[in-house]
């Protein structure tokens, strides 16, 4: 279930991406954190406990929202902007 | 030849906009620094370009108008500055930054530099502050600023400061439900310092409109609440907290936002080697400024809450009145009765300060009620019993020998997140003050970067 409920701005052009292989939708000018937290409920598994997290500050400062690309890639999901044809993980870095 | 290089400002909130502004004004041409992709910083930050539609009114609410005044400040001088956005600055030193944008790092000399560097949320631990859904205010408010979006249906609001009821009211505005708001400063504290808030009637009224607007929709107001824990398995269902009176009590709610005041970012400050002082009010090491935003180091200049939290009004007047220092350094002409005006306003917004701070106190029991089993650094899940242990041990009397010990605040933060709570567990382990465990020192870079970004630097010509 969605952490991030909208609550406005929601006719902006749709953006398509994979989330753990799964289609779904967001919306143009979305982070990754937005578009992955308005489709599930965390953004990635830590690698010292496995528990789940979901970003904290979203400005940039607790460098708790990074996430995996299927290619691999680490993006940092809260200042990073959600685009077309992205395949992304919710698992973690290192239980990919 | 250290005349020939444009000042360089990092940071494009109000102070560093006010800052280009009066440099321009000048005849100077400013290179503007900043990490976001558009102008305006963390409290004016601007919605994405992409289809968003809602007035300045509605992101910005009281504050529409000067968030627009700076706003447009900043395209008046667009084509007159070298505006460099999406542009992390990760190191300062030998008068150069080190920059890296689009994944490619670049050195940037200086010989003169205006640090606007801003803040974050500054926050302690409580079982269950990991959990999906607990974000702190800041974040929540730039969930819905930025995103239209708020971080839960069912939100409570913990913590202090005027960010509790500013963020909470404009969640309420947008619609979501509030749990509550649960504020860790007695009732008593507040209404005592009411009176000093009489400095700056218009900012108290917004307060208690604040406050009276939640009430009226039926939010409850708690004061001298202490959090237990947030519960939940893979997310947070439910604030666990300890009222006034010490009865322990659980809302439901799918959302935490919290914050206790603003921590400054100074770790720029600190490669450029500015000198710093422990400043009680903030209860945090800050770098040294003058009246005018001179720092120890000539030619570094300070401004906004990056060196000092002071709010946005005092960030505005601190940017021009630090342009105009240097200005005044380099040998230019500047306007006397100006700098008396921002001078006087400056010393006002103080005076009003401290009583803001008085009204919303750091809750200095907090740290010892931590557990030890509590994690206190969400990097590398370090735990606040680790921090006591090297401190009962002998082992660290300080913060960076502590850090070195369980590498509390060597993660990929950098201590942004556990340092408040390190400090403040630290100095209570060893029976000093909150000064008496130094500060950590900053290491480039200040934020991770990709190793592909090349770190050797280029030759400063």
């Not at chain 2, 929709?217 to 997310?235: D, F, S, T």
């Not at chain 2, 010490?246 to 959302?255: I, L, V």
């Amino acid at each position: 279930m969605a952490l991030l409920q909208r609550v406005a701005e929601q006719g902006r052009r749709v953006v398509r991406f994979t989330l753990d292989g799964r289609p779904v939708e967001a919306l143009e000018g979305d982070t990754i954190l937005t578009a992955m937290l308005t489709n599930g409920d965390r953004l990635r598994r830590t690698e010292f406990a496995d528990t789940p997290r979901a970003g904290f500050c979203m400005m940039g400062a607790c460098q708790d929202c990074w996430v995996r690309t299927e290619e691999g890639e680490r993006l940092r999901a809260c200042g990073t902007f959600i685009a077309d044809g992205m395949r992304l993980l919710s698992n973690g870095e290192w239980n990919s | 030849m250290s005349e020939v290089l444009p000042p360089v400002i990092v940071g494009a909130g109000p102070a560093g906009i006010r800052a280009a502004e009066r440099l321009v004004a000048a005849g100077l041409r400013p290179v503007v620094v900043d990490e976001a992709a558009r102008w305006g910083g963390q409290i004016y930050r601007q919605p994405p370009d992409g289809g968003f539609t809602r007035p300045k009114t509605a992101l910005y609410g009281f504050e529409a108008g000067k968030a627009d005044a700076v706003h447009r400040a900043m395209a008046a001088i667009r084509d007159r500055v070298d505006y460099c956005p999406r542009t992390l600055v990760w190191n300062c030193e030998a008068g150069a930054l080190d920059l890296l944008s689009e994944g490619a790092s670049e050195a940037l000399p200086f010989s003169h530099l205006i640090l606007a560097t801003g803040a974050t949320d500054r926050v302690l631990p409580f079982p269950g502050w990991t959990l999906p859904g607990v974000f702190t205010l800041g974040g929540s408010q730039v969930a819905l600023k930025f995103q239209g979006c708020a971080v839960g249906r069912r939100v409570a609001f913990l913590g202090t400061g005027p960010l509790l009821y500013l963020v909470a009211y404009q969640y309420l505005k947008a619609g979501v439900e509030v749990a509550g708001v649960f504020d860790t400063t007695p009732f008593t504290t507040q209404a005592c310092a009411t009176a000093g808030m009489l400095r700056d009637p218009a900012t108290l009224a917004k307060g208690l409109l604040f406050v009276g607007w939640l009430r009226a929709h039926g939010v409850p107001i708690h004061n001298g609440v202490r959090p237990v824990r947030g519960e939940g398995a893979e997310r947070v269902d439910a604030l666990v907290w300890r009222d006034a009176r010490g009865q322990e009590r659980r809302t439901a709610c799918d959302a935490i936002a919290f914050g206790l005041g603003l921590r400054s970012e100074t770790q720029l400050a600190d490669l450029a080697g500015c000198r710093f002082r422990f400043d009680e009010a903030d209860r945090a090491w800050l770098p040294e400024r003058d009246g005018a935003g001179r720092s120890s180091v000539p030619g570094v200049y300070l401004a906004g809450d990056g060196s000092g939290i002071s709010g946005a009004d005092a960030a505005e007047l601190a940017g021009e009145r630090a342009a105009l220092a240097m200005l005044e350094d380099l040998g230019r002409p500047v306007e006397a009765a100006r700098v008396k005006e921002l001078d006087g306003r400056l010393a006002r917004i103080a005076a009003f300060r401290r009583s803001l701070s008085a009204a919303f106190p750091f809750p200095v029991d907090w740290a010892d009620a931590i557990a030890d089993d509590t994690m206190i650094c969400r990097c590398e899940g370090i735990t606040a019993g680790a921090v006591r242990e090297v401190a009962r041990s002998g082992q660290a009397r300080e913060m960076n020998r502590a850090k070195a010990l369980t590498r509390a605040g060597m993660g990929r933060c950098q201590g942004r997140m556990c340092s408040a709570t390190t400090a403040e567990l630290l100095s209570r382990a060893l029976g000093t003050g909150p000064d008496g465990v130094g500060r950590l020192r900053a290491q480039p870079p200040i934020k991770p970067l990709p190793v592909s970004a090349g770190a050797e630097r280029r030759e400063v010509a």
